[in-house]
């Protein structure tokens, strides 16, 4: 297995989670803020979407595929375009509020498309370049993909809990 076969594995399991915890979701369930300022289900799903999307288009040095493929516009949230949820309060998090899990997943699904895609094109060298140099060690750019995954992950682990919290009954099959 190479490293881009095995990132990419890791890459789609987001994705999966997220069908099992978006499936058969209701409105006030995906936007419900446990307990009214923590982070809702579909703000979960959104920000492991935006900051993945947002760190791997600045990798790759293109748009991200929130404005690329027009998914600002399909959610029409009151925030900027370039906002991906680092810093967001409990006001922020409300205004992250779909009519539906289609677009949650979607937005999802093609950030790691579009993610496994540019994996699957650099080289083991690139894998190892330098892409920061503000850490200490500094971050490679394998590194700060395995990052975008890790965090996607445990935003998808939050969001199932949140359901869980909200959703009297829902388990999950985890």
């Known amino acids: 297995m190479t490293p881009q076969e095995l990132f990419e594995d890791a890459a789609r399991r987001p994705s999966q989670v997220a069908q099992h915890v978006l499936g058969g979701i209701s409105p ?11 982070n809702s289900v579909a703000w979960l799903v959104w920000h492991a979407a935006r ?4 760190q791997v288009a600045g990798l790759a040095g293109t748009e991200e595929v929130w404005t690329a493929q027009g998914w600002n516009g399909r959610f029409g949230l ?17 205004r992250v509020r779909v009519a ?23 080289t083991d060298a690139q894998l190892d ?46």
């Open 78 to 94: 009151d925030l900027p375009d370039s906002s991906m949820g680092f810093g967001h309060g409990p006001d922020d998090v409300a």
């Open 28 to 38: 006030e369930v995906l936007n419900t803020m446990p307990g009214g300022t923590a």
């Open 100 to 122: 539906s899990a289609e677009p949650l997943q979607g937005y999802l699904d093609a950030v790691v498309e579009r993610t496994v895609d540019y994996v699957h094109g650099l």
């Open 51 to 54: 900051q993945q999307d947002a």
């Open 129 to 174: 370049e330098v892409v920061d140099r503000s850490w200490d060690p500094p971050v490679t750019r394998g590194v700060r993909l395995v990052s975008t995954v890790d965090d996607a992950a445990q935003h998808l682990g939050q969001a199932a809990y949140a359901r869980g919290l909200v959703d009297d009954g829902w388990s999950g099959p985890f």
